[in-house]
Every structure is written in C-alpha cells, then in structure tokens.
C-alpha cells in the first residue's frame, strides 16, 4: 500500500484554471435563448392554469346553488341526450359498415378481386366439396337402408 503514488492535488488557483473552466462550460447563444423561451412559455402557462383553476372554483361556487336545484331536469336529459347520441353514432357507423361491404360486393362481382376474396372463394369450393361428399354419402347410406328395410319387410 504505501508503494501506491497517488496524483498531487491541483491547486484551484493556478493559472485562472476558474475562469478557464467557466469559459468552456458556458452555455452559448442558441442554448439561452432556448432557456429565455423555456422560462418564458412555462411562466405562461402556469399563470394560465392559475387562472383556469380560479375560475373553475369560483364557477363552482357560484353556480352550484343552480346546479342543485335544477339536478332532477339534468339527469333525464343527460340520458336522452346519451341515448340520441349513441343511436346517431351507431346509425353512422352501421352506415359505414353496409357502405364498406356494399362496395366489397361490388368489386367482387365486377371481378376486381378486393381483399379478401380468395378467402371467400376457398370457403366456397370447400361448403361445396363438403355438400356433395355428403350428398354422395346419402346416397350410399340410403340404399344400404333400403336394403335393410326390404329384408325386415319384404312386402315394403
């Protein structure tokens, strides 16, 4: 341990080391203009939400005897006016959606094959492939039965 050299400690004063420091760490043009805006935007907008808060409270408090006694007329026309609102918005939206799919059907049967229609076509081949395997099957089934039938009642 005591083989260890450690560094000598530099004086603060040698050779206005304290200025030279300051110079290259002293923010330049650009960086104090960001710092006035910055000061300045956020000196403003805290005077507005004093304001917005002062206001709200003294709205409150004087509109709140109002607000009490005309409560039982807000909340049916709260509801009617939720329910008109969502009716319109649901009526817009199914709009939309039969819109989307009338043009979908368009596209398709004019052969311009929109998204998705290979899905829409492998879906098919598939409903029909299956319809007429069972349709087979019927038919094979079916006269199986009617054999048996036969041999249980011979006059059938």
Same mark, same amino acid.
């Given at each position: 341990?005591?083989?260890?050299?450690? /560094?000598?400690?530099? +004086?603060?004063? &040698?050779?206005? +080391?304290?200025?030279?420091?300051?110079?290259?760490?002293?923010?330049?043009?650009?960086?104090?203009?960001?710092?006035?805006? @910055?000061?300045? +935007?956020?000196?403003?907008?805290?005077?507005?939400?004093? @304001?917005?808060?002062? &206001?709200?409270?003294?709205? @409150?408090?004087?509109? &709140?005897?109002?607000?009490?006694?005309?409560?039982?007329?807000?909340? /049916?026309?709260?509801?009617?006016? =939720?329910?008109?609102?969502? %009716?319109?918005?649901?009526?817009?939206? =199914? %709009?939309?959606?039969?819109?989307?799919?009338?043009?979908? @059907?368009?596209?398709?049967?004019?052969?311009?094959?929109?998204?998705? +229609?290979?899905?829409?076509?492998?879906?098919?081949?598939?409903?029909?492939?299956? &319809?007429?395997?069972?349709?087979?099957?019927?038919?094979?089934?079916? %006269?199986?039965?009617?054999?048996?039938?036969?041999?249980?009642?011979?006059?059938?």
């Amino acid at each position: 341990m005591a083989d260890r050299q450690y /560094p000598a400690a530099r +004086s603060s004063t &040698a050779g206005g +080391s304290i200025m030279q420091k300051l110079r290259e760490h002293a923010p330049n043009s650009t960086q104090l203009a960001g710092l006035a805006t @910055l000061v300045v +935007s956020g000196g403003i907008l805290l005077l507005l939400a004093g @304001l917005t808060l002062t &206001a709200t409270v003294l709205s @409150l408090i004087f509109f &709140a005897p109002l607000i009490l006694i005309s409560s039982p007329i807000w909340f /049916p026309i709260g509801v009617l006016i =939720f329910i008109v609102v969502s %009716g319109f918005l649901s009526f817009l939206g =199914f %709009g939309v959606a039969a819109v989307a799919a009338a043009s979908w @059907l368009y596209r398709y049967f004019r052969g311009f094959q929109p998204v998705g +229609s290979n899905r829409f076509e492998f879906a098919r081949t598939r409903i029909a492939d299956t &319809a007429g395997q069972m349709k087979d099957y019927a038919r094979e089934y079916g %006269g199986y039965l009617h054999a048996k039938v036969k041999d249980a009642a011979p006059s059938a």
